[in-house]
């Protein structure tokens, strides 16, 4: 009798396990994993898109106030055109913004670089350090850049 019981209780434990492997609606764990690691990819990839293109906007903004202020004078008769602004301030300016455009070029290719590499590990615990050194390098990298391009808003504005 008791081996009976036993024998009922342990195809009722058995019945819905092996109902669960067959169901094909539930993810198998490396399906999960393989989800989450492409998940994961084309956030970082998203990411650094999305602040690409901020980050153009923001440079084309600051080369229209560059070149507004570096139009030909008005009047031949003012020296630094119709701005007052000296030629080798601006010159200055210019080729910081077209640094940092180079800057910010030089970091996107290593990003999609690294994120290949990432992409290429599998699903290990190494893959995740390095995705989230990415997302911390990038944070950092971005801060940076913000903080040039202020600081070339910041001159611009005292030309005004």
Same mark, same amino acid.
């Given at each position: 009798?008791?081996?009976?019981?036993?024998?009922?209780?342990?195809?009722?434990?058995?019945?819905?396990?092996?109902?669960?492997?067959?169901?094909? /609606?539930?993810?198998? %764990?490396?399906?999960? #994993? $393989?989800?989450?690691?492409?998940?994961?990819?084309? !956030? *970082?990839? &998203?990411? =650094?898109?999305?602040?690409?293109?901020?980050?153009?906007?923001?440079?084309?903004?600051?080369?229209?106030?560059?070149?507004?202020?570096?139009?030909?004078?008005?009047?031949?008769? /003012?020296?630094?055109? %119709?701005?007052?602004? #000296? $030629?080798?301030?601006?010159?200055?300016?210019?080729? !910081? *913004?077209? &640094?940092? =455009?180079?800057?910010?070029?030089?970091?996107?290719?290593?990003?999609?670089?690294?994120?290949?590499?990432?992409?290429?590990?599998?699903?290990?615990?190494?893959?995740?350090?390095?995705?989230?050194?990415?997302?911390?390098?990038?944070?950092?990298?971005?801060?940076?850049q913000r903080q040039k391009l202020a600081d070339i808003e910041e001159a611009l504005r005292r030309f005004r």
């Open positions: 009798m008791k081996a009976l019981i036993l024998a009922a209780l342990l195809l009722a434990g058995a019945f819905p396990a092996a109902a669960q492997t067959n169901n094909p /609606v539930a993810p198998i %764990p490396r399906q999960e #994993n $393989q989800i989450r690691r492409q998940t994961q990819i084309e !956030e *970082l990839r &998203r990411d =650094q898109q999305m602040n690409g293109l901020t980050q153009q906007q923001e440079i084309a903004r600051l080369q229209q106030q560059i070149d507004s202020l570096n139009s030909p004078p008005d009047n031949p008769n /003012v020296p630094n055109g %119709p701005n007052n602004v #000296n $030629q080798a301030d601006l010159n200055r300016l210019q080729l !910081e *913004l077209d &640094r940092l =455009q180079n800057e910010q070029q030089l970091a996107r290719l290593e990003a999609e670089r690294r994120i290949v590499q990432i992409e290429r590990q599998g699903d290990t615990a190494r893959r995740r350090r390095w995705a989230a050194q990415l997302a911390r390098e990038q944070q950092a990298g971005r801060l940076a």
